[in-house]
């Protein structure tokens, strides 16, 4: 074909000389009278030609007519092979994603049965806007796994073609190896000295067996390996196809720990620290001993570890250990001294503030949180009293106007010479890099008493009895988290009795003192240890008059009239007692939290809950026996607390926050009933 195509275009261009040339003579011969005869002839010629020349053109067309089509029939079959040929499998869909054509391999290997006319999305589970981006989407279908990419071969018509990448044995490959990934997991059994020490030799052994077939229950089944490292503490290294198990069954050694019981008395618990997104072990066990302070911090008896950067935990369902060991609060209470004194204990040296100078510090602003009760302000006012003979200024930061220790307030005020109480304007004058803030009664800086203050202070020191939480008020030079600890008033009162001669309290200040152990307690009753019984008897000694007390419990006729309504409008739903206060009443908070107090007396009743709306905020305020951890449950509702009482707000209307409590009761039911 490429010889006759070559012959013929050789022949027309020669025709075409021959016909303009004859043409040409012919013009120029019969303008010569003798000549007209030979003129004649040469017009002849050139029409013989130019016949000649659009004969040949004519067939040319033909041959290249024929041409074309057969070029054109074998790229639409070579396209067509190449498509059937593919080596993944593809679709061409058209403008509704309905498929028109697909090759042999996905009827093979994606979709068995004849998909024609059938919407891709109908067959698979698959997102085409992804698919035509550069990475394309991963998508299993069959067991197999494949990045699906998508491109547009015909805008005009609309159609497209999806090609899959089989990716299996890669993703089957990066699961292996995710699972194969070990993490670190430090168990340690809470308060063993304090346990073991009054226990006879024979019971001893006993648990050291129970506590060893524990350990070998919780790696049955695993390849895990464990290292005693100490009697009270284990380091596992689990690969997290078993470590994530551990997870769904919600650590069921925590359950298992409680089983075992001491002298009949007590039973043993479990502080249990997971890292297992770190790059190698190394980074795991710093992970983990995070989550392990963590769980020590908020009573021990749970396990905790991290998932996308957040704090998860598991247990938490009995209450702190009573630990009797004085030895972490006295290193508290010289490194604080050390701090607001340097010299005053060489040895305690290296804790002194970066920015505070040889001097210490001349001034100390304490506070505590927002609608200050008895305990956050009384244990101020205690701690302000023993600091006033260290320091030159000391003051308690409050809101005057929003508070609940009004009546303490009052009393202070009424018996003392100089002023304890500024407002949090009047603290934030006074703040400069001179100035120690010290913050009791809770370590969330969502709470405290002035956010600017904690803002703007570059040294604090926190004084708290609560559970840790996650997101603390950070940076901090020094703190004292017990949640073992009955009250705020009950830590800073061992505080101050730890200091001996080289401050005291009047009689006045160890009122306020024992005012917040009284309520935090419930008059004695509840988290009362040993060392509660102490420290008050330490205030009994330093002049607290127990009337005196009493009387800052007292409350108007409307406040109890209010808690009587708010208790009348209880229910009883899953061993919960759920109540609204009037969110318009003056002394509301009050009323609230002495409603839910009192509805722990009812018959059946395991914790209450008292929920009162104030502008946009929905207030929960919750209390329980023991059996039910309140702060787990106000936690899932963006609150916290402790054990035996918890709070939390939501800024929603009640009828959805009696709802999402009553969720929130039910999760944790279920989560402790596996």
């Keep these: 074909m490429k010889k006759n195509k070559s012959f013929l275009m050789l022949l027309s261009a020669t025709m075409a000389v021959i016909a303009l040339t004859s043409l040409i003579g012919a013009f120029m011969l019969h303008a010569t009278e003798d000549k007209k005869n030979s003129g004649s002839v040469l017009i002849l010629v050139s029409v013989v030609s130019i016949m000649l020349l659009l004969l040949e053109a004519f067939v040319f067309r033909n041959q290249m007519h024929k041409y074309l089509t057969k070029t054109a029939t074998q790229l639409v079959r070579t396209e067509r092979d190449s498509l059937q040929h593919f080596p993944s499998p593809c679709v061409i869909l058209d403008s509704d994603d309905t498929i028109v054509w697909f090759n042999r391999l996905f009827e093979e290997k994606v979709y068995e049965e004849d998909p024609y006319g059938e919407h891709l999305q109908d067959i698979m589970n698959i997102d085409l806007e992804r698919a035509y981006e550069e990475d394309g989407c991963q998508i299993c279908v069959n067991r197999r796994y494949y990045v699906a990419r998508a491109v547009h071969t015909d805008l005009r018509n609309g159609l497209s073609m999806v090609y899959f990448k089989d990716i299996t044995d890669y993703t089957e490959l990066r699961y292996d190896a995710y699972q194969s990934h070990n993490g670190v997991i430090i168990i340690v059994i809470d308060n063993y000295d304090a346990m073991m020490s009054d226990i006879r030799e024979s019971e001893k052994a006993h648990i050291a067996v129970e506590i060893e077939k524990l350990m070998e229950r919780f790696l049955d089944g695993t390849t895990a390996i464990a290292k005693k490292v100490s009697d009270d503490r284990f380091y596992v290294f689990m690969e997290e196809r078993y470590l994530s198990r551990k997870i769904e069954n919600r650590f069921r050694i925590l359950e298992e720990a409680r089983q075992i019981r001491i002298s009949g008395k007590s039973n043993v618990t479990l502080s249990i620290g997971v890292g297992r997104e770190g790059k190698g072990l190394e980074e795991c066990e710093k992970l983990a001993k995070q989550a392990l302070e963590l769980c020590q911090g908020r009573g021990g008896d749970q396990a905790a570890y991290r998932e996308n950067g957040e704090f998860r935990f598991f247990g938490g369902v009995s209450t702190g250990a009573d630990n009797n060991n004085r030895v972490k609060i006295r290193i508290f209470a010289e490194t604080l001294l050390e701090i607001i004194k340097p010299g005053s204990i060489e040895s305690m040296g290296n804790y002194r503030a970066d920015d505070g100078d040889s001097q210490g510090f001349r001034r100390v602003l304490i506070m505590g949180h927002r609608f200050g009760d008895l305990d956050s302000i009384g244990s101020a006012t205690g701690l302000c009293c023993a600091l006033r003979k260290i320091v030159s200024e000391c003051y308690v930061v409050v809101d005057r106007e929003k508070n609940l220790a009004q009546s303490l307030i009052n009393y202070i005020e009424e018996n003392e010479i100089s002023n304890y109480y500024i407002t949090p304007q009047q603290g934030l004058d006074r703040l400069d890099s001179d100035t120690l803030v010290i913050v009791v009664d809770t370590h969330n800086p969502e709470l405290v008493e002035s956010k600017e203050m904690i803002a703007r202070a570059k040294n604090i020191v926190v004084i708290d009895h609560h559970r840790r939480m996650v997101k603390g008020i950070e940076p901090l030079i020094a703190q004292c988290l017990e949640p073992g600890a009955s009250s705020a008033a009950e830590l800073v009162t061992e505080i101050i009795e730890l200091w001996g001669d080289r401050t005291s309290i009047d009689a006045h200040a160890a009122e306020a ?82 409603a839910a107090d009192e509805m722990l007396g009812i018959t059946g009743v395991c914790a209450s809950f008292v929920m009162y709306k104030q502008g946009d905020i929905v207030n929960i305020s919750a209390r329980s026996m023991g059996k039910f951890n309140v702060q787990v449950i106000m936690e899932s509702l963006g609150g916290g607390g402790h054990l035996t009482m918890a709070a939390a707000q939501l800024q929603t209307d009640l009828e959805s926050a009696n709802k999402q409590l009553r969720e929130a009761i039910d999760e944790f039911i279920t989560n402790n009933s596996k």
């Design 513 to 594: 003192l024992l005012s917040g152990i009284m309520l935090d307690t419930k008059y004695f009753v509840m988290k009362t240890g040993v060392t509660t019984f102490e420290t008050a008897a330490y205030l009994k000694k330093m002049g607290a008059d127990t009337i005196a007390v009493k009387q800052m419990f007292a409350n108007s006729i409307e406040t109890y009239h209010e808690k009587s309504r708010v208790i009348n409008s209880a229910e009883v739903y899953r061993k919960c007692a759920i109540a609204r206060a009037d969110g318009s009443f003056g002394n509301v908070r009050v009323a609230a939290s002495q």
